[in-house]
């Protein structure tokens, strides 16, 4: 995730007021940063890695000249935090700028048709194509505007872009998948990623939809349709949020806000580069022996990627919490072992600890974080980065998802590879993996209601029990984690009903099942009618039209029909994060900052 922003004024510089709005859009990313203005003819820029402060404090963001220009905060997903990968990317002369959100897809295929036709490039990064295709159509002889739109056409994947030119005083923004809003203020227009930006200046807003771009001047904005070149009548509307509202889209939580961010995130992790996915695949395949090492959440990713691994591509792994990683299994690693090690921070002290003792071992060390840059990145052979965006909330959640996107994708790889997996099947299981943010955004869109309403219910109980079967017991340890989180209920999570169990529940317990239509699910269903006789409340988490569990549950939450058990961690943690959420704001508590609990545990 990162962020856009820009403007154009009618009088006055936009450098100052482009940088106020980056320190707004900071929370989406904060790796570097960059502007760039315009102003007699020729393009001004300044950017560098590093956050918006240090930045500044380097080469003073507010001295540019010029009324319009673009801004642009970073979190690395394709090329390093450097300078040369900072944004505003430019072309080969340095007359066109532009700033990105998103992945193109296909950048690899149009750099290295650009560089046939004599563009050189600067950074590593997907969005520098865009300015060279720009150029390459304004010199084979189209104006601005019709270049930016030919460009455009051209890219696939998901983009906020906002397009410069030296020799014009108007800007292109266009946007597929990414957010893109406008600003229509007294004194000029401005667009960001998101309305916090320019919030300040005016609170008349127009929401920029998919395949959509827009010219921007300081009169007024013109949209049009991209494939066809329809114009489209939008009027601003207005947005009565506070600037601090408006950071957390009008979510009352930012925990909420990354919930409901996780359709998009889900997407993200489909747009992976290829070689990495392979690469790590080839490794993983490699390893004559493999452990999963993790803390928290990310060690719950690590256990159902265990199940993943095994059920998919027939590889058996050790999933190891890091804390227990040196003690238990330091003597037994050699230049054989591989560990995987999963840190949305990647700077998580037990599991860099872990990292750093099994490398000294001559261990082979492969890695998923969120952080491009961060210690786990450095360490590591090969790294992917699961592209979720900075999570402010201290209780992951669109993290793990993500995680688990990326772990579920190397899986039905290693199982191609390892010929576990037939093509078509691969084929099946990925377009598969395709309708899961979709099924995520139909459960929050039917299911939060319902969940709201069990939260005011249970949100007295005294202590939660809960129940999730094969790779399910991730999802049971992990929705019992966040409601420990963020709601401090005494809360334990098993497989199965144990009888030992049944010695302390009664009526002020619940059990929440996690019982989707698999062997493991209704392997549940007599465990459920068991404990239920000792007047213990049931909740369950069932596939829509279960009419079976139905009949034993006193309460269910209805999720989307998935065609292999292995797919449903995703879809089926959603809900177990609202009612952790919801319970949490029941019982009056913030979720957003839980006690004793830091987002990264960088000490031990
Ligand atoms: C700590 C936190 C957990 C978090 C875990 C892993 O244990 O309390 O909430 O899930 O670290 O964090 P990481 O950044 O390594 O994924």
Known sequence: MCGITGCVLKEGPAAPLIHESLKRLEYRGYDSCGEATVDGGRLYIKKDRGTIDEVHRRLNLDDLPGRLGIGHTRWATHGAPTRVNAHPHVDCDMQIAVVHNGIIENFAELRMELEELGHKFRSKTDTEVVPHLVEEYMRNGMDFVDACREAIKRLRGSYALAILHAGESRIVCARRESPLVLGVGEDGVYFASDIPAFLPYTNRVVFIEDGEMVVVTEEGYEIRRISDWTPIERRPQLIEWSVEMAERRGYPHFMLKEIHEQPACLRNTLRLREEYLELMTKFLDRAEELFLVACGTSYHACLAASYLFSKLACKSSHPVIASEF?????????????????????????????????????????????????????????????????????????????????????????GMVRGKIGHVEGEELVDWLWRIPGKVEEVLASQEGRVMELARKYAGSERFLFFGGGINLATAMEGRLKLLEI????????????????????????????????????????????????????????????????????????LPHMPLEELTPIPYIVPLQLLAYYISVERGLNPDKPRNLAKSVTVK
Not at 500 to 525: E, M, Q
């Open 326 to 414: 040196i003690q238990n299994y330091g003597r037994a690693l050699g230049i054989g072992s591989t560990i995987l090690a999963v840190s949305q921070s990647g700077e998580t002290a037990d599991t860099l600890s872990a990292v750093a003792y099994a490398r000294d071992k001559a261990a082979t060390i492969l890695g998923i974080t969120n952080v491009v840059g961060s210690t786990l990145t450095r360490l590591a052979r090969v790294y992917i980065c699961q592209q979720s965006g900075p999570e402010i909330g201290v209780a992951a959640t669109k993290t793990y998802t993500s995680q688990l996107s990326v772990l579920t994708q190397l899986a039905i790889r290693l």
């Open 487 to 558: 709601s401090y209920i005494p809360s334990l999570a098993y497989a199965r009903v144990e009888d030992y169990l049944l010695g302390f529940v009664d009526g002020a317990t619940t059990a929440v099942f996690v019982c989707p239509n698999t062997n493991s699910g209704k392997r549940l269903i007599d465990d459920m009618t068991l404990i239920r006789d000792y007047g213990v409340s049931i909740l369950a988490l069932v596939e829509e039209g279960d009419d079976e569990v139905h009949e034993v549950a006193d309460e269910v939450i209805e």
